[in-house]
């Protein structure tokens, strides 16, 4: 059995939406998506963009986010194909921790948490595919690479990209 | 450099004294390490052991354990040598995430979050050596393995043993 890799935040989690959605909280302004495509995380909002540095600390925001659509079916299709570990760069956010356990328990329950790693640095985790939305995580890993798509990675074109969960869907299953 | 993947409990932490102080503290009976020799753990506890399960879903077991001895000074000096990381079977207690992080970021401050991994199987990492209480980790390592001595693994015999840290100071530097 292959071993994938898959990561939370843009993958299986709307993160940008949640930035978004914190951001318009804030500061009354609705930012679209297309605004932030070829941006660093955070960069594409206008201005009080510090407080993007913010959002992440604060108490819920890892908990309440969206799942990405489609991304419950297909996973759960890949965990009986593959040997399926969830891997997420949590440990800068301490808070985000048990939120992103109970978020995967709520929303992926099909899962185990003998499948969940969260780390600091993904260059300690091996297999056979990883699915990432950072390219510094993907240029760590020892197999097949693909980038899913985000606003902030549009601009990066050295991976085998995967723009959606059908995708996903297509390429692994 | 060579990359040197490392437990929390029962190796840095003191694991097993926690035990035995919230056992002591709830049934008011002081267990000798030396009855918990070759049993597996929560096993050598006289009579409620069922507890042994509980002690660690509770508020602070994790964040309270104790250093064990020469732990700070040695790993301070692997973390120049090798690229340290640490790997600790955390998961199955959603509580003891954040506690963890507290505990390695007042007790080894050398360290950063970068290097700390919190998984559900130790399976999904790998690098060159590995220091576990736990049989079962070392045998999904692929790298060279150390047991180190705790009263549950004393009967155990086939993997290179480090009795305490100053014997892996001998070893690794």
Redo the contacts between chains.
């Keep these: 059995m292959k071993?994938l890799?898959v990561d939370m935040d843009d993958v299986m989690a709307d993160a940008t939406g949640q930035f978004i959605h914190y951001y318009e909280k804030e500061f009354g302004i609705r930012i679209e998506r297309s605004v932030l495509n070829g941006k660093d995380e955070g960069e594409g909002f206008p201005e009080n963009h510090h407080v993007l540095r913010e959002f992440p600390y604060r108490i819920n925001f890892f908990r309440t986010m969206k799942v990405n659509e489609n991304s419950q079916e297909v996973m759960e299709k890949l965990n009986r194909k593959y040997e399926l570990?969830i891997?997420s760069a949590a440990?800068?956010f301490?808070?985000s921790?048990?939120e992103k356990?109970?978020w995967l328990n709520e929303h992926f329950p099909f899962l185990?948490?003998?499948?969940?790693?969260?780390?600091?640095?993904k260059a300690?985790?091996?297999?056979d595919y990883m699915i990432d939305d950072l390219p510094h995580n993907l240029e760590k890993f020892n197999g097949e690479k693909f980038l899913f798509t985000a606003p902030h990675n549009m601009h990066v074109n050295r991976f085998g990209r995967l723009n959606n969960w059908r995708e996903v869907g297509e390429r692994l299953l």
């Design positions: 071993r890799i570990f891997v440990m800068e301490p808070q921790l048990p356990l109970e185990t948490w003998k499948q969940f790693v969260f780390c600091g640095s300690v985790v091996y297999g």
